[in-house]
Nanobody, 124 residues
Framework: QVQLVESGGGLVQAGGSLRLSCAAS????????MGWFRRAPGKEREFVAT????????YYSGSVKGRFTISRDNANNSAYLQMNNLKPEDTAVYYC?????????????????WGQGTQVTVSS
């Protein structure tokens, strides 16, 4: 049974930082590209960042590029999202996801497995 469990969310002031973690089990972690998505209140789930199997390739949405960094540790079956200079508009539930295609992807439907999400709230 595949499980993705996010942690590290919380309440932070604008300009602050948080580091999200995603612990994976039940799959060959190094064979999956990982992605982070978020859903703000009243909005659709949107792509945030993705990283390839080996960590060589990464891609970010325009709204977080330069502020967020995605990484992974295949030895520990974990992915991370370092979020700096947070803004109130970053407030959302953040989800990690895994997909087994060869190329990294920004499309939700390409991802086969999803975590339950962790809440990030940024106050102004």
């Amino acid at each position: 049974q595949v499980q993705l469990v996010e942690s590290g969310g919380g309440l932070v002031q604008a300009g602050g930082s948080l580091r999200l973690s995603c612990a994976a089990s039940g799959l060959t972690f190094s064979a999956y590209s990982m992605g982070w998505f978020r859903r703000a209140p009243g909005k659709e789930r949107e792509f945030v960042a993705t990283i390839s199997w080996t960590g060589t390739n990464t891609y970010y949405s325009g709204s977080v590029k330069g502020r967020f960094t995605i990484s992974r540790d295949n030895a520990n079956n974990s992915a991370y999202l370092q979020m700096n200079n947070l803004k109130p508009e970053d407030t959302a539930v953040y989800y990690c996801a895994a997909q087994s295609r060869a190329a990294i992807a920004t499309i939700k439907s390409f991802y086969e497995y999803w975590g339950q999400g962790t809440q990030v709230t940024v106050s102004s």
